[in-house]
T-cell receptor, first 112, second 116 residues
Framework: QKEVEQDPGPLSVPEGAIVSLNCTYS??????FMWYRQYSRKGPELLMY????GNKEDGRFTAQVDKSSKYISLFIRDSQPSDSATYLC????????????FGSGTRLSIRP | GAVVSQHPSWVICKSGTSVKIECRSL??????MFWYRQFPKQSLMLMAT?????????EQGVEKDKFLINHASLTLSTLTVTSAHPEDSSFYIC????????????FGPGTRLTVT
């Protein structure tokens, strides 16, 4: 079993829709949770990061962490064609020496 | 802020030659830099972690003699792929963490290596 599971998609939704992206994980020691956006042939861009459980909102993006269920989500409101990319969840343990574990990424396409 | 650059952005080399890829943090000092490899439609696989002034820590299965990493300053790390083979063709991405908590990693734009 992988430490982090993420549905690879592809996920295709119409412009303006609410998008929900999810990851599950098995390591209960994970404390930091991140979402990265990666456009084709580019490096990942940090979108959101949260510590422990709870919600965090930034513009059209909302990240949720449910540690009891070992489940994290990223919601995108009013989705735009420019949101079309691969979204990677990532997480790590509390120690600053621990490495980040990435999900496999979900390919998202927003149809105009 | 938090910009990381990589050079070159793409490179084609012949089998048996060596290729050097540079990773620079442009507006912050990075005590730690990371090198990842990414195959098409797959996630990032950590190859090694480098700390300024010390030897890199390689992940299991990564040949340290083939992938030479040097972190000579707080803003520069290099990855040299020695005696490259076609199976080394991949997308190589570096990331850097600023001084302080290492939970944020800022990624470079990546280098596409093709070995013919």
């Amino acid at each position: 079993q992988k430490e982090v599971e993420q549905d690879p998609g592809p996920l295709s939704v119409p412009e303006g829709a609410i998008v929900s992206l999810n990851c599950t994980y098995s390591n209960s020691a994970f404390q930091y949770f991140m979402w990265y956006r990666q456009y084709s042939r580019k490096g990942p861009e940090l979108l959101m990061y949260t510590y422990s459980s709870g919600n965090k909102e930034d513009g059209r993006f909302t990240a949720q962490v449910d540690k009891s269920s070992k489940y994290i989500s990223l919601f995108i409101r009013d989705s735009q064609p420019s949101d079309s990319a691969t979204y990677l969840c990532a997480m790590r343990e509390y120690s600053s020496a621990s490495k980040i574990i990435f999900g496999s990424g979900t390919r998202l396409s927003i149809r105009p | 802020g938090a910009v990381v650059s990589q050079h070159p952005s793409w490179v084609i080399c012949k089998s048996g030659t060596s290729v050097k890829i540079e990773c620079r943090s442009l507006d912050f000092q990075a005590t730690t830099m990371f090198w990842y490899r990414q195959f098409p439609k797959q996630s990032l696989m950590l190859m090694a972690t480098s700390n300024e002034g010390s030897k890199a820590t390689y992940e299991q299965g990564v040949e340290k003699d083939k992938f030479l990493i040097n972190h000579a300053s707080l803003t520069l790390s290099t990855l040299t792929v020695t005696s490259a083979h076609p199976e080394d063709s991949s997308f190589y991405i570096c990331s850097a963490s600023p001084l302080g908590p290492a939970y944020e990693q800022y990624f470079g734009p990546g280098t596409r290596l093709t070995v013919t």
